[in-house]
């Protein structure tokens, strides 16, 4: 069992930068593949991004490359999306996850958070 916590989402104006944080409990972190999703209001769960365990091997939807980052620190047991260049139609509920398999298909994904709002304001 794994137990995720987000934290850091907020309001902020078009071109800032937001850094989300997934605090993971539970064993084994380091075993897991952990990915970022995000809902905007009437629409489904997408993809962001994912990072192996070891977090040699990340992969970005295309809508977010060049502008956020995932990294992961396993001895902290936390995983973090860097988000800049922020635009309004990235406004939306982003949500950790962790799962066995490297996906970027949400149900591959075994455990998530409850969420953290992020509202980009133009």
């Known amino acids: 069992q794994v137990q995720l916590v987000e934290s850091g989402g907020g309001l902020v104006q078009a071109g800032g930068s937001l850094r989300l944080s997934c605090a993971a409990s539970?064993?084994?972190?380091?075993?897991?593949?952990m990915g970022w999703f995000r809902q905007a209001p009437g629409k489904e769960r997408e993809f962001a991004a994912v990072?192996?365990?070891?977090?040699?091997?990340?992969s970005y939807a295309d809508f977010v490359k060049g502008r956020f980052t995932i990294a992961r620190d396993n001895a902290k047991n936390t995983v973090v999306l860097q988000m800049n260049s922020l635009k309004p139609e990235d406004t939306a509920v982003y949500f950790c996850?962790?799962?066995?398999?490297?996906?970027?298909?949400?149900?591959?994904?075994?455990?998530w958070g409850q969420g953290t709002q992020v509202t980009v304001s133009s």
């Open positions: 996850a962790a799962g066995s398999m490297y996906s970027l298909a949400r149900h591959a994904y075994d455990y």
């Open positions: 539970g064993r084994s972190f380091s075993s897991y593949v």
């Open positions: 990072i192996s365990g070891s977090g040699t091997s990340k």
